[in-house]
């Protein structure tokens, strides 16, 4: 429903796809969107290219995408018409283990739980009914906190889940297949996984979304879920340019909603004395997340991996078992470097073949390490891989790292290489970025935040942006208009 004045502006700064999606929201509205773009390429963290050797197709940041296809707001655009195809490996995630042998994770439920032997029934008693109702709870646990939830009875079940320590939650599971599968799809959180809230909840999420939707990738790279957007925003009027940086909103010209897909921190800069003095506080004080330490590769033959089952699953989780992988992420919130840190591995090639070059292979992956970690871990990556797939070395035949730095620089909302826009400890998972009543509005009249630091998170499913585009059209129409103040020639200091 068209709720904008005829001919009234909103510019989005940002087009990660969480600007694209508010974006997209906005222009559905009526209003003439312009997104902003600093890089040269659109897209953020949902970029790919040929980062190794040339023919070899590497996703930049966002990769396995658990929560795309179950996304509600990214399905209702109905992607699949703008050439999104998602893609599945025969095996979604393994988890090896010293011993040799490995867990696995099946979009099938029944085909998980018979691999997990004794601990075959309590997994599918306790990710059965999230599988079967994640539509249901998606809707819920996909946006803000502080709005009453549509299903209830649903979103208590799994809360009283997910505020046990991942450590207490694994107690129901005998094997150390099923408890290292449970943790490292916890460790997605970047947080201790002896937190209460923070691990529980994720992991929980992320293998109920396996059940129903599978661990899928998009068929010729994450980038062309950002292209599909693109489309959808120039089909409903709205127009991207490049390569301008905003550094303050007095460079934009007058506008009646301002989105800004912007780190807390980034957002301050750009805002300013313009912000309330309590937003300006919860900004300065949001914490980023611990840092990701990228390895790309060209692989011949593929990883030699102990366990055939690796060798057949587009993500592997590279921490050994649940004790390990707490250790690794409690020393990198202590701020030192893990002898083996936690690696997640992504071999989207299974799935995606037209990725490779004959039997060359690319092959994803990230280590966590401390944030703003200075050294070099790619050393630490490459002991990881030859741990559980001894050989690998010897089928190197490119690599490419990013450091926190470097990742950083590649994208400014990346803070101190934080990929997850914040720190999931129990409070910010609950209150991003800040506890009001509309936690996307930064107070200043017309300009709300849509970051991955904004509920519900990090993840390609562009519902922060979503739900910020959904509470300003919501003051749009009771009359609360603003915007940039329009000081000066939009770009015209950022422009490069």
Known sequence: MTVAADG??????????NGLAAAVELAGAGLRVTVLEAAAEIGGGTRSGELTLPGLLHDHCAAVLPLGPGSPFLRGLGLERYGVAWAHPEVDLAHPLDTGSAGALHRSLERTAAGLGVDGAAWHALFEPLGTGFDALAGDLLGPVLRLPRHPVRLAAFAARAVRTVPGLARRFRTPQARA??????????????APLSGASIGLMLIASAHRYGWPVARGGTRTVTDALAAVLRERGGTIETGIRVRSLAELPPAAVVMLDLAPRVALAVAGDRLPPRVRRAYARWRPGPGAFKVDLAVEGGLPWRDP???????????????????????????????????????????????????????????????????DATEAVLAQLERFAPGSRERIVAIRTRSTRELAAYNENFIGGDIIGGANTPWQLAIRPRLAPDPYWTGIPGVHLCSAATPPGAGVHGMCGHHAARAALRRLRRGERGGSGGQGERGAPGRH
Not at 8 to 17: F, H, K, L, M
């Open 8 to 17: 009234e502006q909103a510019i989005v700064v940002g087009s990660g796809p």
């Open 181 to 194: 599968l449970l943790a490292g799809a916890a460790a997605h959180a970047f947080h201790p996984l002896e």
């Open 309 to 375: 089952v690796c060798a057949v699953a587009g993500t592997v989780h590279l921490g050994g078992t649940l004790e390990q992988v707490a250790d690794a992420e409690r020393e990198v919130h202590r701020g030192r470097l893990p002898e083996r840190p936690f690696v997640l591995v992504g071999q989207q090639y299974l799935a995606d073949p037209g990725r490779s070059r004959g039997d060359l292979h690319p092959v994803w992956a990230y280590a966590h390490v401390p944030a703003g970690y200075p050294g």
